[in-house]
């Protein structure tokens, strides 16, 4: 199947809506009551019916290489941490760096489970506040 740039183009600007939405909230908090702020709900969901259908297409073109199914799955899965942990890690570092020089006082602890992906399993809340 064929690349369809629309669709990357509005998973952009539903993903810039919602990190901007994620970064202001906890420096700037009386901006999350802003009214445009109340459509991250909806960019969410655009944003992962749009992912969703575009890695079922990526995942789609591995259908005829001729590999076993698990090799298959992954390498799949393989290729898209390789893709985007080093954003995600970029992202957390960010993050730290931003709650640093606010003066937002912030725990290590839950920096480094954020960075292994394992804050669920902690106990402990993510980096940042959601509004939604």
Not at 10 to 26: E, K, M, Q, T, W
Not at 36 to 65: N, P, W
Not at 66 to 85: A, D, G
Not at 112 to 123: P, Y
Request: glycine share 4%; hydrophobic share 50%.
């Amino acid at each position: 199947m064929k690349r369809v740039v629309a669709f990357d183009s509005l998973r952009f600007f539903a993903a810039i809506f919602i990190v901007l939405f994620h970064a202001l909230g906890p420096l700037f908090p009386k901006t999350s009551t802003f009214p445009y702020f109340r459509l991250a709900r909806l960019c969410v969901e655009i944003f992962f019916v749009l992912s969703g259908f575009l890695l079922a297409q990526t995942y789609q073109k591995m259908k005829d290489v001729p590999m076993l199914p698990i090799r298959k799955c992954t390498l799949y899965f393989f290729h898209r941490i390789k893709r985007l942990y080093p954003e995600y890690l970029f992202a957390c570092i960010l993050w730290l760096t931003v709650f640093y020089f606010s003066g937002v006082k912030y725990k290590l602890e839950p920096f480094f489970l954020n960075i292994f992906m394992s804050s669920a399993w902690g106990g402990i809340p993510k980096i940042g506040r959601a509004h939604v």
